[in-house]
């Protein structure tokens, strides 16, 4: 068999030249809610998924950061898991949309056209992924924002071709999301076209203020496995361009300090390049948001930190991720205040324990469990008359029965 032939045939093994051809799950595993708007660039109807937030109420105003997965029928599920296990500790709560991808891939991810791959007749159609641009930032994007509850903090996540498609979304429209994920990215597409553009790019453009992590599978020659992560370099053949690519752009954001791209890339020497967007993500993530977890958990757990102290770590929390998303968020998930305001209630810290259960109504003005457990509060100290005016206001909010019935029995202990 020629040898270039048999290039372009493992590539479709190893790499997925196509996931057109790839099953679709039809219910995504009952993850994400199936949706889809027209393009009018694009000329045809768009699939795409949406997954909310665990805490998503529809009553509350709470909009959430979101990612955008291309390929979404593919790696909604691995978003979705790594959120699942990682969010409040690790990650922020966000919405997901997974963006179809399984019909006009190549065209749509690739970033020029081609004629020709690896010296062979190139029959599909490429070259489109400025017009795929355009559509999620004039179609897409409007539409996500009008119906769901998201902020513009936006994170972009691309597989293969996908990965070409999102470090292009950087090199060229850097604005458009805050953080960038590219999985293996296929940067020996047109004779390493992007990577050569990206050359000037990171050297002259300023990228303060956004993200990238970059990831490689250990996959680096497809016949020669004594081709390793210290060798591949010196070696010039087709069969490791795909690989060299990688390293060669990784090698471009490490003398490019100086542009602010915050940056950090991994060789996962274990991985194929289909095992990886599950590691990848997970890694990944957790680097994008490796300024969100909170910090002194240590003083949080002990009942000698001072009043002033705990309030302030939580001030100085809540500036930290305005500075960081760009608007105002609670510093902390409603059900972890009211958590350490009943611990410190149990401890005996009763000026803590009220002064936590304050900065809960102070950051969730509109739920009742935030007026409910101050009137915890106050009943454990038989302040009758403020634990009825806080239930009375929960039972305002929700409307409860059970907070109804408490009311009553409050205003009896009231009298008394």
């Given at each position: 068999?020629?040898?270039?032939?048999?290039?372009?045939?493992?590539?479709?093994?190893?790499?997925?030249?196509?996931?057109?051809?790839?099953?679709?799950?039809?219910?995504?595993?009952?993850?994400?809610?199936?949706?889809?708007?027209?393009?009018?660039?694009?000329?045809?109807?768009?699939?795409?998924?949406v997954q909310l937030p665990e805490s998503f109420n529809p009553s509350s105003k709470t909009k959430y950061p979101v990612i955008y997965v291309l390929d979404g029928g593919v790696h909604l599920n691995a978003v979705y898991t790594?959120?699942?296990?990682?969010?409040?500790?690790?990650?922020?709560?966000?919405?997901?949309?997974?963006?179809?991808?399984?019909?006009?891939?190549?065209?749509?991810?690739?970033?020029?056209?081609?004629?020709?791959?690896?010296?062979?007749?190139?029959?599909?159609?490429?070259?489109?992924?400025?017009?795929?641009?355009?559509?999620?930032?004039?179609?897409?994007?409007?539409?996500?924002?009008?119906?769901?509850?998201?902020?513009?903090?936006?994170?972009?996540?691309?597989?293969?071709?996908?990965?070409?498609?999102?470090?292009?979304?950087?090199?060229?429209?850097?604005?458009?999301?805050?953080?960038?994920?590219?999985?293996?990215?296929?940067?020996?597409?047109?004779?390493?076209?992007?990577?050569?553009?990206?050359?000037?790019?990171?050297?002259?453009?300023?990228?303060?203020?956004?993200?990238?992590?970059?990831?490689?599978?250990?996959?680096?020659?497809?016949?020669?496995?004594?081709?390793?992560?210290?060798?591949?370099?010196?070696?010039?053949?087709?069969?490791?361009?795909?690989?060299?690519?990688?390293?060669?752009?990784?090698?471009?954001?490490?003398?490019?300090?100086?542009?602010?791209?915050?940056?950090?890339?991994?060789?996962?020497?274990?991985?194929?390049?289909?095992?990886?967007?599950?590691?990848?993500?997970?890694?990944?993530?957790?680097?994008?948001?490796?300024?969100?977890?909170?910090?002194?958990?240590?003083?949080?757990?002990?009942?000698?930190?001072?009043?002033?102290?705990?309030?302030?770590?939580?001030?100085?929390?809540?500036?930290?991720?305005?500075?960081?998303?760009?608007?105002?968020?609670?510093?902390?998930?409603?059900?972890?205040?009211?958590?350490?305001?009943?611990?410190?209630?149990?401890?005996?810290?009763?000026?803590?324990?009220?002064?936590?259960?304050?900065?809960?109504?102070?950051?969730?003005?509109?739920?009742?469990?935030?007026?409910?457990?101050?009137?915890?509060?106050?009943?454990?100290?038989?302040?009758?008359?403020?634990?009825?005016?806080?239930?009375?206001?929960?039972?305002?909010?929700?409307?409860?029965?059970?907070?109804?019935?408490?009311?009553?029995?409050?205003?009896?202990?009231?009298?008394?």
């Amino acid at each position: 068999m020629n040898s270039k032939i048999l290039i372009v045939l493992l590539a479709a093994i190893l790499f997925g030249v196509n996931q057109k051809g790839i099953a679709q799950p039809k219910h995504l595993m009952k993850i994400g809610v199936s949706d889809s708007l027209y393009s009018d660039i694009l000329e045809e109807q768009r699939e795409i998924w949406v997954q909310l937030p665990e805490s998503f109420n529809p009553s509350s105003k709470t909009k959430y950061p979101v990612i955008y997965v291309l390929d979404g029928g593919v790696h909604l599920n691995a978003v979705y898991t790594v959120l699942n296990y990682y969010w409040g500790g690790f990650i922020p709560e966000m919405v997901i949309v997974g963006i179809s991808n399984r019909e006009n891939r190549i065209r749509d991810l690739t970033t020029s056209v081609v004629e020709t791959r690896r010296e062979i007749e190139f029959k599909q159609e490429t070259g489109g992924a400025e017009i795929f641009t355009s559509f999620i930032e004039t179609e897409l994007i409007p539409y996500i924002d009008n119906k769901y509850p998201v902020t513009d903090y936006r994170t972009l996540i691309g597989h293969s071709y996908a990965g070409l498609f999102t470090v292009n979304t950087l090199i060229n429209h850097t604005d458009l999301f805050v953080n960038y994920l590219a999985i293996d990215p296929s940067f020996d597409w047109d004779d390493q076209k992007l990577l050569k553009q990206s050359t000037e790019v990171l050297s002259n453009k300023n990228f303060d203020g956004v993200s990238l992590y970059i990831s490689m599978s250990g996959q680096l020659h497809l016949q020669n496995d004594d081709i390793t992560f210290s060798n591949v370099m010196q070696d010039s053949s087709e069969y490791t361009l795909f690989a060299r690519s990688i390293l060669e752009f990784s090698h471009l954001l490490e003398v490019n300090k100086q542009n602010g791209l915050n940056f950090q890339w991994k060789f996962y020497e274990s991985d194929l390049h289909g095992t990886l967007p599950l590691p990848s993500i997970m890694d990944g993530l957790i680097y994008l948001f490796n300024w969100f977890p909170i910090e002194n958990t240590d003083m949080f757990n002990s009942p000698e930190t001072p009043k002033e102290a705990l309030i302030q770590l939580i001030r100085n929390r809540e500036m930290k991720l305005a500075e960081h998303f760009g608007y105002s968020i609670p510093p902390f998930d409603e059900g972890l205040l009211n958590m350490l305001g009943y611990m410190n209630m149990d401890w005996g810290e009763l000026e803590k324990s009220l002064a936590l259960f304050q900065l809960c109504i102070e950051y969730y003005p509109l739920s009742a469990n935030a007026y409910d457990s101050m009137a915890d509060y106050y009943e454990s100290q038989k302040d009758y008359s403020n634990a009825l005016k806080n239930v009375s206001r929960a039972y305002e909010i929700s409307g409860d029965e059970y907070l109804k019935t408490r009311m009553e029995e409050l205003k009896l202990k009231d009298l008394k």
